[in-house]
């Protein structure tokens, strides 16, 4: 895993945006796996600014989104489709034709994972996946003890997400219980991860899934397995590694290695 420590959350995230951007740069129909949360809005926004200023075209970037509430129809202010929409899809150049989310309101949610599946792989697959931790280290929306086998599928979230989603809605009854979500295989399957934690609240999860075990108590951990996956982070969200010292000297400011 390539640990990048920057020193603040807008370098982390201009640095998870050069990578999101030179991905886009070198394959212009490149396939990307999009995050939503607090964490991603400050990356959307310096993509949507790059983009403005000429510097990137997501033209002809094909994307999936990681998950959407079960329940919630694409038009619901609190649906992931409205967040994409209001945070990125409107504000760049991508043709909403070729830009994907899980449909909350299918008559059948099982059905609706298994064909979101089933057009990841028509697509060719993912080639750079966006993630952010939840503080109990999901990733999407695969909770502590989500099979590391997992599929796109119906996943029940916990308490303590639904009590961190619950500031978007009126209350925490009307938090969504249920979400369509890729799989932690999903994931695993995409060609390249780029996980974005910033942060002291996350310092945590993080330090749980860069150096705890391999564990479904934390599937984020899953990420070990992954030959070409990207932390980045700013100092706080880094706070509870014990091998900070080496990823500094691995990566020195957040370069991909020494040599750079
Ligand atoms: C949402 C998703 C979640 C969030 C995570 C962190 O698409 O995949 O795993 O990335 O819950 O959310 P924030 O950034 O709001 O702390």
Do not use: W
């Amino acid at each position: 895993m390539k640990v990048l420590i920057l020193p603040d959350e807008q370098a982390a995230v201009d640095r998870a945006a050069d990578i999101v951007a030179r991905t886009v740069r070198d394959a212009p129909d490149a396939v990307l796996g999009l995050a939503t949360g607090g964490t991603m809005l400050p990356l959307y926004e310096t993509l949507a600014q790059r983009h403005a200023a000429g510097d990137v075209s997501f033209a002809r970037t094909v994307s999936f989104n990681l998950d959407e509430y079960i329940g919630l129809p694409p038009e619901h202010p609190c649906s992931y489709h409205s967040y994409m929409r209001e945070a990125f899809f409107d504000r760049v150049d991508i043709d909403p034709s070729r830009t994907h989310l899980p449909r909350g309101d299918a008559p059948d949610p099982q059905a609706a994972a298994r064909d979101y599946e089933a057009a990841i792989e028509r697509a060719g697959g993912i080639d750079l996946q966006l993630l952010g931790i939840g503080r109990n280290g999901h990733i999407g929306f695969n909770e502590p003890t989500a099979s590391l086998g997992s599929r796109t599928r119906i996943k029940t979230l916990t308490d303590s997400t639904r009590q961190a989603n619950r500031r978007y809605f009126d209350s925490f009854d009307e938090t969504p219980r249920y979400a369509i979500t890729m799989g932690v295989a999903t994931i695993l399957a995409s060609r390249a991860c780029l996980l974005l934690a910033t942060g002291a609240a996350k310092a945590d999860a993080v330090a749980r899934m860069v150096e705890g075990p391999l564990s479904a108590a934390c599937p984020a951990s899953a990420l070990q397995l992954h030959a070409k996956a990207t932390v980045v982070l700013d100092r706080e969200a880094a706070g509870a590694l014990e091998l900070v010292g080496y990823y500094e000297t691995v990566h020195p400011e957040g370069r991909d290695t020494v040599f750079d």
